[in-house]
């Protein structure tokens, strides 16, 4: 019993020296899915699957697999999931363009720019020009060229002048220069040119910007000769800053008349005609005038005028 007992224990000793030899497999799997391979570029579907959470795979931009194991990776989801590739990404929504029809379109002169060109001069004489305003009491006129002109854009603007030996003056636009009058030229009244320097030189460099002088002028309309309730011109005159756009009132609401390059609104249909002018100037300001009559060539005034800049 003794030799039998002794051949039991030391099998047993020997059983446990084999075991204690053979590598334990399930730990050694377990390490590399905890830890693959950092330097890996792809990953198998069987490791994209891992159910380990610490190692699931989130899309990056660039289509390289990242893990929730750094901050970076998780920004990077983040952003790719708030940014929607460019091909499916939502449009900002549209902002309805209406402003062209309560605000007016910039033209070619503008407020606080300054313009170069040069001054030459012609004879006024009684100060009538192409803006059809009529025979001025002051000569303190000049002619726009027209590019500047812009189709009678720039009729009635004020404009200070200044030479290069520092005089300046302050002329009212009332005619066109046509070409070739340079863009930035301004023919003057022989009498507004005379302020800057001698007539005899006939042409000076000059810079020149916009004014919105002081004035207790107020408005006028004036109907042109031919109106009727079936076609019609409208004129505006005494306006302290440029006009924009005029608009008339109709059953359907505003419209807005096109401009002609001699200074007048028309309605070419006779729609508006006789009713409320809306008028607006550079600056964006609109006047609503009420009560003008078709009365053809006859100077209408109005109790407003537009503020000054």
């Known amino acids: 019993m003794v030799g039998t007992a002794a051949a039991l224990a030391a099998a047993g000793v020997l059983v446990c020296l084999v075991l204690a030899l ?11 899915a905890v830890a693959p391979d950092a330097r890996s570029q792809t ?3 069987s490791e994209a699957h891992s159910p380990s959470p610490a190692v699931s795979p989130i899309p990056s931009p660039t289509g390289t697999p990242r893990t929730t194991e750094t901050p970076a990776a998780t920004a990077g989801a983040t952003s790719t999931v708030a940014q ?26 503008q407020p606080k720019t300054t313009y170069r060109g040069v001054a030459t001069l012609y004879e006024a004489g009684n100060g009538d020009g192409a803006c059809l305003f009529g025979p001025s009491n002051d000569l303190m ?55 800057l320097a ?26 042109k000769v031919g109106s009727s309730p079936h076609w019609c011109g409208i004129q505006v005159i005494g306006h302290r800053n440029p006009v924009a756009r005029l608009e008339v009132s109709t059953p359907s609401g505003w419209r807005q008349l096109s401009r002609t390059d001699y200074n007048y609104f028309l309605s070419a249909d006779g ?24 009365r053809p060539d006859v100077v209408q005034p109005t109790r407003v005028q537009f503020a000054q800049h």
């Open 141 to 195: 006129i000049a002619a726009m060229n027209t590019t500047d002109y812009e189709s009678s854009r720039a009729c009635g603007a004020y404009v200070l002048v200044r030479a290069a030996n520092g005089a300046s003056v302050t002329v009212r636009i009332t005619n066109e220069c046509p070409l070739p009058c340079a863009p930035g030229q301004l023919d003057l009244s022989e009498e507004a040119f005379a302020k």
């Open 198 to 223: 001698d007539r005899k030189l006939g042409r000076i460099p000059i810079t020149w910007h916009l004014l919105s002088p002081s004035t207790s002028e107020t408005i006028s309309i004036r109907y």
């Open 22 to 32: 053979v590598p334990d497999r399930r730990t050694g799997a377990a390490s590399i």
């Open 271 to 294: 729609s508006g005609c006789g009713s409320p002018i809306r008028i607006t100037d550079i600056y964006g300001e609109r006047l609503t005038v009420n009560g003008i009559a078709i």
């Open 84 to 109: 929607p590739s460019g091909t499916h990404a939502p449009r900002a929504p549209r902002v309805p363009r209406t402003t062209s029809k309560t605000v007016s379109q910039p033209g070619r002169i």
């Open 43 to 45: 990953r198998t579907p």
